[in-house]
């Protein structure tokens, strides 16, 4: 299977930092990409898809560059809450289907 | 706002026992997956499901995991004889397309003794 490569981290930041998060996925038959966030020994929830054109949810952007086979993820003024798990889920064509491969997640620390 | 909803939450089981867990998917989605996270490690694809057949599984989904769709609406990942390696967390997720968004289940942790 296809691999999608992210940093763990942890990455520690204190309230009001940005911070951004990369990921790198080999298939290039990729076709929709997000990312996720999932808090301690919860399930992942959708934070934004990621567009070519980039897109932008208050405080989060997040870019496609299918070039280069990477997506990222900025995160501006940093929250307490913000503090959890970042998925990259990238959607590639493998066997005939799409399936939506996770990376290891990258953690994120938010201290005061 | 519609959810899909995973039962039991916590499972605990006995090496060599079978395991059933459910999951109601979103009514309107045409795509089901199931994904396992053992403790620590990353989210792993196990099997899609569309159109009332498997489309797609992984190298864990071996002959021991099987699932169906018994009524059209449960949607059920029945593991025949655990072994201890399969205490993880397991998700149920659904979506409306085949390339869009994953919506998850709570999930249902299985502990194998």
């Known amino acids: 299977r296809k691999e999608v490569e992210q940093d763990p981290g942890p990455f520690n930041v204190p309230e009001g930092a940005t911070v951004a998060f990369n990921c790198t996925y080999s298939n290039s038959a990729s076709q929709s990409f997000f990312w996720y966030r999932q808090d301690c020994r919860k399930e992942p929830k959708l934070l934004m898809s990621?567009?070519?054109s980039g897109n932008e949810d208050g405080r989060f952007t997040a870019q496609l560059n299918r070039a280069s086979q990477y997506i990222s993820l900025l995160i501006r003024d940093s929250k307490l809450s913000d503090s959890a798990t970042y998925l990259c889920v990238v959607n590639a064509l493998e066997g005939g289907s799409y399936i939506p491969t996770f990376g290891r997640g990258t953690s994120l620390i938010v201290h005061p | 706002e519609p959810e899909v909803t995973q039962t039991p939450s916590h499972q605990v089981t006995q090496m060599g026992q079978e395991v059933i867990l459910r999951c109601v998917p979103i009514s309107n989605h045409l795509y089901f997956y199931w994904y396992r996270q053992i403790l620590g490690q990353k989210v792993e694809f196990l099997v899609s499901f569309y159109n009332n057949e498997i489309s797609e599984k992984s190298e864990i989904f071996d002959d021991q995991f099987s699932v169906e769709r018994p009524d059209g609406s449960n949607f059920t990942l029945k593991i025949r004889s655990t072994k201890l390696e399969d205490s993880a967390m397991y998700f149920c997720?659904?979506?409306?397309?085949?390339?869009?968004?994953?919506?998850f289940g709570e999930g249902s942790r299985l502990t194998v003794l």
């Open positions: 997720a659904s979506s409306e397309t085949y390339t869009g968004e994953l919506f």
């Open positions: 990621v567009y070519s």
